[in-house]
Nanobody, 128 residues
Framework: QVQLVESGGGLVQPGGSLRLSCEVS????????IGWFRQAPGKEREGVSC????????YYADSVKGRFTISRDSAKNTVYLQMNSLKPEDTAVYYC?????????????????????WGQGTQVTVSS
């Protein structure tokens, strides 16, 4: 059974940093693409960043390039999202997701509705 558990969300001031963690179980991380998605109130869920656990290729949405970094630790079955220089518009529920059918990171980050497995989400609030 595929399970994804996010942690690390919270309240942070603009310009601050947070690191989200996604611990996965029930599947071998190396054969999947893992992504971070977010959904703000009244908006559609959007792809933030995705990583191929097998070759390390990454994709970032334009809105987070240069500020967010995705990484994975296969030994710990965990994927991280380091978020720096946070802005109020980054406020959202952040979800971790996994799929073994996508062949590349960008399609998975762009085709949110087609992604197979999701975590429960963690709230990130950027406010002074």
């Amino acid at each position: 059974q595929v399970q994804l558990v996010e942690s690390g969300g919270g309240l942070v001031q603009p310009g601050g940093s947070l690191r989200l963690s996604c611990e996965v179980s029930g599947f071998t991380l190396d054969y999947y693409i893992i992504g971070w998605f977010r959904q703000a109130p009244g908006k559609e869920r959007e792809g933030v960043s995705c990583i191929s656990a097998s070759d390390g290729s990454t994709y970032y949405a334009d809105s987070v390039k240069g500020r967010f970094t995705i990484s994975r630790d296969s030994a710990k079955n965990t994927v991280y999202l380091q978020m720096n220089s946070l802005k109020p518009e980054d406020t959202a529920v952040y979800y971790c997701a996994a799929d073994g059918l996508f062949l590349a990171v960008q399609p998975m980050c762009e085709m949110t509705s087609a992604v197979g497995s999701w975590g429960q989400g963690t709230q990130v609030t950027v406010s002074s």
